[in-house]
């Protein structure tokens, strides 16, 4: 009863912020990317806050030593919607990689649109590996942070995927290193579930995979094999 309380108190905040966040947002497209961006975060934040108020659910980042100093390309596992808030607030200024479909939602699409994401089609395929590779470069070179969620959807606790290639396919043709991530936020956040469970999310991030003398699949293969064999000991 009280988890569940908890949980209705957080999204009804979370509803009500998401709706005047975005309004607002709709005013701030002028002003450079990287403000445009602390701004946008605001809403981030807020949810992590909001989540630790309401439904006591923490966090602990471990290996921030392993960040490099400069932009790279981030590989992160998808169990939750925790990730994708905390890794905003985490990787300043950012690009994520998503599925179009995203910006079309009300009010939080909105926002998401000034972030100048990388929107994908996932079923145009070879053109899709074009259009990361080309936009992906072009963020790099403007010193902004790309996330990737290589498993392509939210993979409940327990549960693999294959990762796709994306992700390796960009560090390979841009040179950047891949940066791996792994968490359980799944433990406590479940994948399309309304109750949430109180708790400590633990994230770990690994040491940097250079991309030279690694082919794209070599790659993919090193970070799907560090990401799930963390959030297995994570999950024990």
């Known amino acids: 009863m009280i988890i569940r309380l908890r949980s209705s108190l957080f ?5 009500i ?8 947002s709709l005013f701030v497209f002028w002003i450079p990317f990287k403000q445009r961006h602390q701004f946008i975060n605001l809403w981030s934040k807020f949810v992590l806050w909001w989540l630790k108020i309401t439904c006591n659910i923490r966090y602990e980042i471990q290996g921030l030593e392993n960040i490099p100093q400069t932009p790279c390309i981030v590989v992160a596992k998808h169990a939750s919607t925790w990730e994708t808030l905390a890794l905003q607030t985490l990787f300043v200024p950012q690009v994520t990689v998503l599925k179009k479909e995203l910006l079309k939602i009300p009010f939080f699409g909105w926002g998401l649109r000034l972030l100048e994401p990388i929107a994908i089609d996932r079923g145009k395929g070879t053109s899709a590996i ?13 010193k902004r942070w790309i996330v990737i969620y ?6 409940p606790l327990g549960e693999t995927k294959k990762f796709n290639l994306g992700a390796a396919i960009l560090a390979e043709a841009s040179g950047y290193p891949l940066l791996p991530i792994a968490h359980n936020a799944g433990k406590y956040w479940p994948k399309r579930q309304f109750l949430k469970k109180p ?20 790659l993919n293969q090193l970070s799907e094999e ?7 000991r994570l999950c024990n």
């Open 150 to 155: 290589p498993e392509g959807s939210r993979i």
């Open 199 to 218: 708790g400590t999310i633990q994230l770990v991030i690994g040491k940097a995979i250079e991309a030279s003398n690694h082919t794209a699949r070599e």
């Open 17 to 24: 912020a998401t709706i005047i966040h975005g309004i607002i």
């Open 226 to 232: 560090w990401i799930n064999q963390e959030v297995k």
């Open 11 to 15: 999204s009804l905040g979370v509803m």
């Open 130 to 142: 074009r259009q990361l590779i080309s936009q992906g470069k072009n963020a790099l070179s403007l």
